[in-house]
Structure formats: structure tokens, C-alpha cells
């Protein structure tokens, strides 16, 4: 039987996220190639995680099934006790709209629409009011420095303010949890450097749980904690 979501957003006992004897393996060439083994790690509350390492560690593959856009072959990840695996389809889509919010390395911007449009989407999709997500969605918009670009598609923003936008779409639903895949990545030192700084505001000042997979250690230093990973496993944490 599929448990129902929850969405208290009281502080259970434990570790706010664990991930478990987590796997996942992909069919390649007549075989099974695993992209993670068996990792496992907690995740704090309030805290600022980056997960480092090479191409092809498996950094992306483990944010994913973290956020439950990908499901793994073994293990589970529990979120303040919940098994997200045993949620039926629906109800992890609706998981994932209510307490996290995702960042990635291609904003992934609708480009006909205003950046005030792009932030206030999943509010809206959450059927809030649109003129309540348009307000809320300027005020993050504001908070995150964009208050004068608005109006402005994502084809007259710089690669530093598209990203500032996917992150006040990410932040528009004041999730629990941020993951950020690579979010500097496309962007040149001191964009990436002032994004970052941007991020680490934000958990600060929000108390927002931000897990951040980089491949960049200057920036990884900032976080308050790293968890490093090679060839699918976790070398240090």
C-alpha cells in the first residue's frame, strides 16, 4: 500500500533526509553498468551540501533519485522518515512540487514567457491564484536581485540572470529541500562565483537545505559539509 504524502513540516526525530544502501544500474551494450553502489548518507537540515567529484562519478544520477526524478535499482531515501519509493507516481510528483525545488546547469527557462511567468509556474501549477504567484514570485525575484527585469524573457537576460530566475522558481513553492545540479556550470568564474554566494545567502538566510552537486572545489569549500564521490561510490564525506 502506498503511504500518503506528508507534509507537516515539523522536525521529526533523526536525520532529516538518509539515504540507504542506494544502487542504480543501467543496461549498456548486454550488461548492467552501475552508475551508484551502495551509498548512504545523511543529510542535515539547514545545511549546505556539495557533492564533488569527477564526470561519471554518479553525482547526477544520485541528485536525481534523491529528488525522485529517477528511481534506484536498490536502496531508498527516506525524507523525515518517509520512504519516497513506496509513494505512488502521483503522489511523488506532488511530492516534489511541495518540498523541493531543483536548479540545474540549463536553467531550462520557457522562453516565450517573462521571467516574473517563469518563477510564478509552480505556484501556479499548484493551482495558487495567479496574481498570489505573480506577487510572491516578484518578491523572490526582488530578493534574488532581478526587481528591475521583471518583464524580461530569458532571451534578454544574461546566463547569471536566467539562473537567478531558475532559482526563484525553485524557491517560489518555500521548499525544504534545494538541489542543485551543476548550477554554475554554465557560467563564466565570477558569474558562477557570485551565483554560489547567492545560493549560500539564500541557506543561510532561509534555513533552506541546499545539496549542490559541483565539480568546482573553490566553491564546494564554502559548504558545510562535502561529500566526494568515484566511480559510483562515496570516498569521503
Keep these: 500500500m502506498n503511504n500518503p504524502v506528508t507534509d507537516s513540516r515539523t522536525q521529526a526525530p533523526g536525520p532529516f533526509i538518509r539515504v540507504l544502501d542506494l544502487s542504480k544500474t543501467f543496461p549498456m551494450g548486454g550488461q548492467e553498468v552501475a552508475a551508484i553502489r551502495r551509498v548512504s548518507f545523511d543529510i542535515a537540515r539547514g545545511e549546505l551540501l556539495a557533492i564533488v567529484g569527477a564526470s561519471g562519478a554518479g553525482k547526477s544520477t544520485l541528485l536525481q533519485i534523491v529528488g525522485t526524478l529517477d528511481h534506484p535499482t536498490s536502496g531508498t531515501v527516506l525524507f523525515e522518515g518517509q ?12 511530492f516534489r512540487n511541495k518540498r523541493i525545488g531543483f536548479v540545474f546547469q540549463f536553467h531550462h527557462l520557457l522562453p516565450e514567457f517573462t521571467a516574473l511567468e517563469n518563477a510564478s509556474l509552480p505556484a501556479y501549477i ?3 491564484p495567479w496574481a498570489q504567484a505573480q506577487a510572491e514570485a516578484a518578491a523572490l525575484l526582488k530578493e534574488v536581485g532581478l526587481g528591475h527585469r521583471l518583464h524580461h524573457k530569458p532571451g534578454e537576460l544574461s546566463g547569471g540572470e536566467q539562473q537567478r530566475v531558475a532559482v ?11 538541489l542543485a545540479d551543476e548550477p554554475t556550470g554554465n557560467l563564466d568564474t565570477h558569474t558562477g562565483e557570485a551565483l554560489f ?4 545567502r539564500l541557506n543561510q538566510e532561509r534555513g533552506t537545505t541546499f545539496v549542490i552537486v559541483t565539480h568546482n572545489d573553490k566553491l564546494s569549500a564554502q559548504a558545510d559539509r562535502i561529500v566526494r564521490m568515484e566511480d559510483g561510490v562515496i570516498t569521503d564525506r
Excluded: C, G, T
Aim: aromatic content about 4%; overall charge negative.
Design 168 to 178: 526563484a522558481r525553485a524557491l517560489i513553492q518555500q521548499p525544504d529541500l534545494v
Design 83 to 94: 520512504d519516497l519509493f513506496r509513494l505512488s507516481e502521483q503522489d511523488q510528483a506532488e
Design 126 to 128: 499548484q493551482h495558487r
Design 197 to 200: 554566494a547567492l545560493l549560500r
